[in-house]
């Protein structure tokens, strides 16, 4: 992506140094889809969280068996890093990560320093199992939806960010998360 439109994008503000938007939300609600989408509307740069999980991390969850807190803080400090080193060289940048809980958005924040916007996408549990069933190539299983939703904890009226019904269609969804950004 050529920096001119990464640093500069129509649809959002030149910055000193650049903004994050988390798009976040329990596996199968569409993180990395739409995350991808909003990165190359806005010509931002994306990130997919998942990228940064250690390969005992996928094993483990490729087993079934859900992250703990201690499996999580490590990944939540990557994932801060990258989005700190991003935002200090002026990109703006889209991650899909899961940040299921406050505390984890919290660390988000503190590891970054980055203005952070959370967009929290809304699934229907049922669409969630259908969802992850339905993809091929991902070390989630459908049998940890469940873990992720109790694990949820929506966003805070003090938290920069917003819901969105991911059930939709995916420009619909966009759309939407425009309008909660003010693009």
């Known amino acids: 992506m050529d920096r001119d439109r990464t640093e500069h994008s129509p649809g959002l503000p030149a910055p000193a140094a650049g903004l994050a ?10 993180k ?5 989408a909003l990165a190359a509307e806005l010509g931002a740069r994306y990130l997919d969280a998942d990228d940064l999980h250690t390969p005992e991390a996928v094993e483990q969850m490729r087993r079934g068996v859900p992250l703990t807190d201690e499996d999580r803080w490590p990944w939540l400090e990557r994932i801060g890093a990258r989005v700190a080193q991003e935002t200090a060289a002026g990109a703006h940048l889209v991650v899909a990560c899961s940040a ?25 549990r049922e669409v969630l199992i259908e969802r992850v069933r ?20 929506p966003l805070g009226a003090d938290e920069s960010g ?3 019904d991911a059930s939709r269609r995916e420009i619909e969804v966009l759309g939407r998360i425009e309008q909660g950004l003010g693009l």
């Open 100 to 124: 299921l809980r406050r505390v984890y958005r919290d660390r988000l924040r503190s590891g970054s320093g980055a203005d952070l916007r959370f967009v929290l996408l809304q699934v229907p």
């Open 162 to 164: 917003f819901a969105v």
């Open 134 to 153: 339905g993809r091929s190539g991902h070390f989630m299983p459908a049998t940890l939806v469940d873990s992720q939703l109790a694990t949820l904890e």
């Open 32 to 36: 990395s889809t739409i995350a991808a």
């Open 21 to 30: 938007i988390v798009v976040m939300g329990a596996s199968g609600s569409g």
